[in-house]
């Protein structure tokens, strides 16, 4: 089994900066699949952004320029950097990580922006 526990998430104003982390644990392959999703009030649930193990990654086209995900391997551990955020960008976000037959979400942390 597989644990995700994120951080980083809070308030802050339009045009701030927040770095949102996830730490995993338990049987984790070397590769895998991780990434973030995020849930809006009303919303269905979305993805940010994603990296392999090799490092390759993709994101949503409305956070392109502005966030910039990373992984340290060693620590099986995701972040996402998040800079010149704006109010659209408030919702709830998810860890996820995907490896052969398997599928991991954490628990979420609210990130909120103020206009």
């Known amino acids: 089994q597989v644990q995700l526990v994120e951080s980083g998430g809070g308030l802050v104003q339009a045009g701030g900066s927040l770095r949102l982390s996830c730490a995993a644990s338990?049987?984790?392959?070397?590769?895998?699949?991780m990434g973030w999703y995020r849930q809006a009030p009303g919303k269905q649930r979305e993805l940010v952004a994603v990296?392999?193990?090799?490092?390759?990654?993709n994101y949503a086209d409305s956070v392109k320029g502005r966030f910039t995900i990373s992984r340290d391997n060693a620590k099986n551990t995701v972040y996402l950097q998040m800079n010149g955020l704006k109010p659209e960008d408030t919702a709830v976000y998810y860890c996820?990580?995907?490896?052969?037959?398997?599928?991991?979400w954490g628990q979420g942390t609210q990130v909120t922006v103020s206009s």
């Open positions: 338990g049987s984790i392959f070397i590769i895998n699949t």
């Open positions: 990296i392999v193990s090799g490092g390759s990654a």
């Open positions: 996820n990580l995907r490896q052969i037959r398997s599928n991991y």
